[in-house]
């Protein structure tokens, strides 16, 4: 079944992702206090308590707020993150239940990011 495809993404994968997709969403999903401290250029915010309820949205609703077009729930290249890994999989989890299949967990989330990006 679709939904059995991997649930996880490394730091590597999501670096090539990001330089030959138009399509790839990065959601961080991390506090206001966190993301103000430096985040994944590209990325969109939306904490963790409010993926399901924001995944919900129209596209319309979804574009007007974000600045982004919504993804549809087989898009390939949907990415959430948090610092470390247990938010934005709890957050993959939800988007999966809401039909997102390919969603994915950043492992590492931000730190790793910063790390490897020297931040």
Known sequence: M?????????????KTLMGKSQNLLVVDVRSNEEVAKGHIPGSIHIPVDTVEAEFSLSPEEFKAKYGVTKPPPDAPELVFHCMMGRRGGIATDKAR????????????????????EGK
Do not use: D, Q, S
């Open 2 to 14: 679709e939904a059995t495809r991997n649930k996880e993404i490394c730091y590597e994968e999501l």
């Open 97 to 116: 239940e809401l039909g997102y299949v390919n969603a994915r967990n950043f492992v590492g989330g931000y730190k790793t990011w910063a790390e490897k």
